[in-house]
């Protein structure tokens, strides 16, 4: 059964830093696309950096300069590092992988929240 589990979120000042990290089981890690996506309270799912196969990337414009998306094939894991922190970050980040078969796959999410 394929698995992506994040961690890293948590509470932190505005300003400050989080690294997440999302390590997926049971997938052919190199031949899946991974994103990073946040839900807010009340808002929808939003798309906030994206990793493709070879490793270009692409980051909403919020979090341009700010967040960085990576991946390590050899340990099955994507980061997103966010610097600069601010409170409208806050939210519930979702780690989501895309194979070339079209499978996708969610992982449970960690909280991230950012206070003023």
């Known amino acids: 059964q394929v698995q992506l589990v994040e961690s890293g979120g948590g509470l932190v000042q505005a300003g400050g830093s989080l690294r997440l990290s999302c390590v997926a089981s049971?997938?052919?890690?190199?031949?899946?696309?991974f994103g990073w996506y946040r839900q807010a309270p009340g808002k929808q799912r939003e798309r906030v950096a994206i990793i493709s196969i070879n490793g270009n990337t692409d980051y909403a414009d919020s979090v341009k300069g700010r967040f960085t998306i990576s991946r390590d094939n050899a340990k099955n894991a994507v980061d997103l590092q966010m610097n600069n922190l601010k409170p409208e970050d806050t939210a519930v980040y979702y780690c989501?992988?895309?194979?070339?078969?079209?499978?996708?796959?969610w992982g449970q999410g960690t909280q991230v929240t950012v206070s003023s």
């Open positions: 049971a997938i052919t890690f190199s031949t899946n696309n």
């Open positions: 989501r992988g895309g194979g070339l078969d079209g499978k996708i796959t």
